[in-house]
């Protein structure tokens, strides 16, 4: 595989970053998602908008808009213009010093890190199937909304759901369901689709956002509020949403089924207007 680092494109065997970089050192860092489509980034002004927000958050001076032409450049060298789904990932760190917890007193270059590489839908058989779920504390720090690399919350929470044989975990925070653990959640309840409010709690998913989107355009009404864990688990339809997670139905939570234990309609309708947006940004005849 072909990586962006500080300006250049070279092999990830060849990569090498300082020990004094202060995303090693302090999860110092911001990073972007943005799926790819036949090469082609989707809703990329939303991603890069979002990074731009986290950079200004975090006070790291960077234009991210030049990674346009790092994701270009990394899907020509790495072959993925004939890929049906791909990621472009790129992370920002506020560069290496000698570690302080204060920011370097002289200011440093900060450390621009980017690759992508094809990434594999489910099969058709098994979105039908649908997928399982768990519901977890949510012990992250309060500001969610920033796209941080301090994950250890949500890699410790992912490995709970790995081992307990499901796909996803839902996070519970005094008793209201925020997000997953790498992606958004959507229920449908009374026929409404509901999220959690996008505030500091949960990431402003781009994907999230579009469903709300595309949701009115279907004319399914949608409220975004609180969403207590008793409501999340009488849901007839629960599903997740994410750059990379598209849109995935889950169908067994905590162990019980949601709603018949199969893809409801309200996710199909979603999923299949989603789909539909995405082959048109790719230029894929319908």
């Known amino acids: 595989m072909i990586i962006y680092l500080d300006g250049r494109y070279l092999p990830i065997e060849e990569a090498t970053v300082s020990v004094n970089d202060r995303a090693f050192l302090f999860a110092d860092a911001v990073y972007e998602a943005v799926p790819l489509y036949r090469g082609i980034m989707f809703l990329p002004g939303r991603h890069l908008e979002r990074l731009a927000g986290g950079l200004a958050e975090l006070r790291i001076d960077l234009d991210p808009d030049g990674l346009r032409a790092v994701c270009d450049g990394l899907v020509t060298r ?52 649908g997928f399982s779920a768990i519901t977890l504390p949510d012990q992250r720090w309060a500001r969610a909304d920033i796209k941080s690399t301090a994950l250890l919350p949500n890699v410790l929470a992912q490995q709970t759901a790995v081992e307990a044989g499901v796909t996803d975990a839902a996070f519970v925070r005094d008793g209201t369901v925020t997000e997953g653990t790498h992606n958004n959640v959507f229920a449908v309840i009374g026929g409404v689709l509901v999220t959690a409010r996008a505030d500091h709690r949960i990431l402003h998913g781009v994907t999230r956002g579009f469903v709300i989107e595309l ?28 750059t990379t997670t598209e849109i995935r139905p889950t169908v067994v939570l905590d ?3 949601v709603g018949d234990g199969t893809p409801g309609p309200v996710t199909r309708r979603i999923a299949d207007a989603y789909r539909r947006a995405v082959d048109r940004a790719a230029g894929i005849a319908s």
């Open 78 to 129: 790495n072959d993925l213009a004939r890929e049906e789904f791909a990621v472009f990932y790129a992370q920002v760190t506020r560069g290496a010093a000698p570690r302080s917890h204060a920011f370097p007193k002289m200011p440093v270059k900060p450390t621009v890190y980017a690759f992508a590489s094809p990434l594999v839908r489910p099969a058709p058989e098994v979105w039908e199937k």
């Open 255 to 257: 162990g019980t089924a």
């Open 215 to 242: 949701s009115h355009e279907l004319g399914i009404p949608v409220e975004e509020r609180d969403v207590s864990i008793e409501e999340f688990r009488r849901a007839e339809e629960i599903f997740f949403t994410g």
